[in-house]
């Protein structure tokens, strides 16, 4: 499926979760990327060493859940946009999803945006709660958004309502 469609399976995803014991202690990065690329810079991204070291540059990565802190750098230095930040203490009825978005322009914060699956099909509404879009992300902008816990693990990505990405 991975191959023919970019997008992963309902097993690799589950496969990269973090438990739910980690989920419990805070934010943490997930890492979606499955396809054995020529791409390493996740590994350089991370300085907590969460993410394993490569041995060869087409490596798939590996993080250890239990290292992360969820700091977020690693989101905007993926090319692939693999990465993502989740954080199921956010709130009693939502969690949080840092999304990367390359889309101009920007949602502003407040809004209620279309939160998108992998596939990129609608799983809920989401609110954006902060836009990160300094130099020092690389360009790349994170968004965050608060999402229902159920939907932590489906939203990747989001579509401005009226049509706009
Ligand atoms: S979120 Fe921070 S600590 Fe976690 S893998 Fe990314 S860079 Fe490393
Ligand atoms: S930087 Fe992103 S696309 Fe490249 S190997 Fe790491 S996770 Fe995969």
Redo the contacts with the bound molecule.
């Keep these: 499926m991975l191959e023919k469609t970019g997008v992963p399976t309902p097993e690799q995803v589950k496969r990269a979760a973090p438990t739910e014991d980690r989920l419990k202690k805070g934010p943490v990065a997930v890492?979606e990327?499955f396809q054995s690329?020529p791409?390493?810079?996740?590994?350089y991204?991370c300085n907590q060493g969460a993410?394993k070291e490569f041995v060869d540059i087409n490596?798939?990565?590996i993080i250890d859940h239990e290292e992360c802190n969820g700091c977020g750098i690693?989101i905007s230095?993926?090319?692939?946009?693999?990465?993502f930040v989740i954080d199921a203490t956010y709130s009693e009825d939502k969690g949080l999803v840092k999304v990367p978005h390359e889309y101009t322009p920007l949602p502003e914060k407040g809004e209620v945006v279309t939160g998108l699956d992998m596939a990129g099909n609608e799983a809920c509404d989401a609110e954006v709660v902060k836009v990160q879009s300094a130099k020092s992300l690389d360009r790349t902008p994170v968004v965050w958004l608060a999402v229902p816990h159920d939907c932590l693990m489906k939203v990747r990505g989001f579509r401005r309502k009226g049509g706009a990405e």
């Design positions: 890492v990327c690329i791409c390493d810079p996740c590994q991204a993410i490596d798939v990565p690693c230095q993926c090319p692939g946009l693999a990465i």
